[in-house]
């Protein structure tokens, strides 16, 4: 047994290699992420295969949160993966406020810092509208009920050291900080600001080429 061992490890070593080299890459460099969910909508749809850039906030031992380096702090804007041990999930959200921010939520309109955000409505279904947020000069999609829901609103928060707060695109149809909390520093693995590759689940997995590198 143990020479049918040396014998495999001898003949494909470099294979084992490879193998570990890049999880190790995926671990600490950079991955992609698949999106289930409609959360993100309709920045990010349901089947896309986002690239999660894992050095844009920290340099990790692989396999761990231990940051071994800080690159860079989370800003507003930015489309974050973390690893939610509230939710025990991986979950991608986007940034509005950061360590210090007063945030609130009205009627689906932030206010940050005393100072509502500004929004244009861009189209609109039966159900939703999708209208373009200026997140203080960052401009993005998001999509909410015309009839609001409970996650439309909630008082005025103060967002702690080492914490951010993070919403989904999707506001009315969205697990985030309104359920889990705050998102701490230390379980962010990376951002994304790009799709790599799409599929749509409801046909046939039949692959969507015009959001393949995708910039988000």
């Known amino acids: 047994m143990r020479n049918w061992i040396f014998k495999n490890w001898k003949e494909n070593r470099s294979f ?8 190790v890459f995926r ?10 969910t409609g959360s993100m909508k309709p920045t990010i749809l349901e089947g896309d295969r986002i ?3 894992k050095i844009a906030y920290d340099l990790r031992v692989p396999f761990t ?34 360590p210090g921010d007063i945030v609130e939520l009205n009627n689906n309109v932030l206010r ?3 100072e509502p955000l500004a929004y244009k409505d861009i189209g609109s279904s039966q159900l939703t509208t999708d209208r373009v947020e200026n997140l203080f000069g960052i401009k993005h999609s998001i999509r909410v009920k015309k ?14 050291a080492e914490y951010y707060l ?8 969205s697990a985030d900080s309104r359920v889990i909390g705050f998102v701490p520093r230390n379980e962010i693995v990376g951002r994304s600001k790009s799709v790599v ?14 959001r393949f590198f995708h910039t988000l």
């Not at 930015?78 to 991608?92: A, N, P, R, T």
């Not at 590759?197 to 015009?210: A, H, L, V």
């Open 16 to 23: 084992f290699l490879f193998i570990t080299l890049m999880f």
């Open 27 to 36: 671990s600490a460099f950079a991955d992609w992420n698949t999106v289930p």
């Open 51 to 53: 690239l999660v850039n």
């Open 65 to 98: 949160h231990i940051s071994l380096y800080k690159v860079s702090d989370p800003v507003r804007g930015d489309i974050i993966v973390f690893d939610s041990k509230v939710s025990g999930k991986k979950l991608v959200k986007r940034i509005v406020g950061i």
């Open 112 to 114: 940050i810092n005393g």
């Open 147 to 160: 009839n609001g829901s409970r996650l439309s609103s909630f008082k005025s928060v103060a967002v702690p």
């Open 166 to 173: 993070a919403l989904g695109d999707n506001r009315d149809n």
């Open 197 to 210: 590759m799409s599929f749509n689940y409801e046909n046939f997995y039949i692959p969507r080429k015009d």
